[in-house]
Nanobody
Framework: QVQLVESGGGSVQAGGSLRLSCAAS?????MAWFRQAPGKEREGVAG???????RYADSVRGRFTVSKDNAKNTLYLQMNSLKPEDTAMYYC??????????????????WGQGTQVTVSS
């Protein structure tokens, strides 16, 4: 099972930027970012498939950019124009399936421990 370690979360004011990183211990096919706000279900944010396809959730499209360094097995999420509603615990995930319409992966086998993102107004 691949181990995933996230970093880069923190607190920022609305309109600010943060960059998340997720280092995988080995090869991953599909990698994605999910987030979960208090009292809400976990939702997909952005993901990259094994063939390089990218999908975003509607709520972040145009503000967030997902990328992957295959040589380093590391997934990134550049978050710009952050809003208070982006406040959540962000999780990295790796799966063997494809991308969902909401930016996640299917057949997820590994989750990171999560990194908190807090956006104040």
């Amino acid at each position: 099972q691949v181990q995933l370690v996230e970093s880069g979360g923190g607190s920022v004011q609305a309109g600010g930027s943060l960059r998340l990183s997720c280092a995988a211990s080995g090869y991953t096919y599909c990698m994605a970012w999910f987030r979960q706000a208090p009292g809400k279900e976990r939702e997909g944010v952005a993901g990259i498939s094994g063939i390089g396809s990218i999908r975003y959730a509607d709520s972040v499209r145009g503000r967030f950019t997902v990328s992957k360094d295959n040589a380093k097995n590391t997934l990134y999420l550049q978050m710009n124009s952050l809003k208070p509603e982006d406040t959540a615990m962000y999780y990295c995930a790796a799966g063997t399936g494809g991308l969902t319409s909401g930016g996640g992966c299917t057949n997820i086998g590994s989750w990171g421990q999560g990194t908190q993102v807090t956006v104040s107004s």
